[in-house]
């Protein structure tokens, strides 16, 4: 599971970089983004869940943001401080992802 994770991941990734960097668009984009997001985000959840909490943190934090991120994306899900709360788990994903890579 956590091989189509990764696949999954990667194409969300490279879709969501040519839509915001190079204009690229195509139907229902904002629709298809936002729930592939949240699919991959639940993959990383349930995968591996036999790893210790410690080494695999930086993937429990990246599915909680991607399942974040999707729902505030598709649904417009918005509070006071939801853009810092995203992006801190962004950041704190990256970081132990970083740190806790073999």
């Known amino acids: 599971m956590r091989k189509w994770a990764n696949i999954l991941l990667g194409i969300w990734l490279v879709l969501t970089g040519l839509v915001h ?3 690229v668009s195509f139907a229902k984009s904002g629709v298809i983004l ?9 993959l ?8 210790k909490l ?7 934090l990246l599915g909680v943001w991607l399942v974040a991120g999707g729902l505030v994306s ?5 509070f006071d401080g939801s853009s810092v709360i995203i ?16």
């Open 54 to 60: 410690a080494a695999q943190i930086g993937i429990v």
């Open 34 to 42: 936002p729930i592939l997001g949240i699919v991959v985000g639940i």
């Open 74 to 78: 598709l649904f417009h899900i918005h």
């Open 44 to 51: 990383f959840l349930i995968a591996d869940r036999s790893e």
């Open 21 to 23: 960097l190079g204009g």
């Open 87 to 102: 992006a801190v788990l962004a950041v704190a994903a990256g970081v132990m992802l970083m740190i806790t890579q073999r």
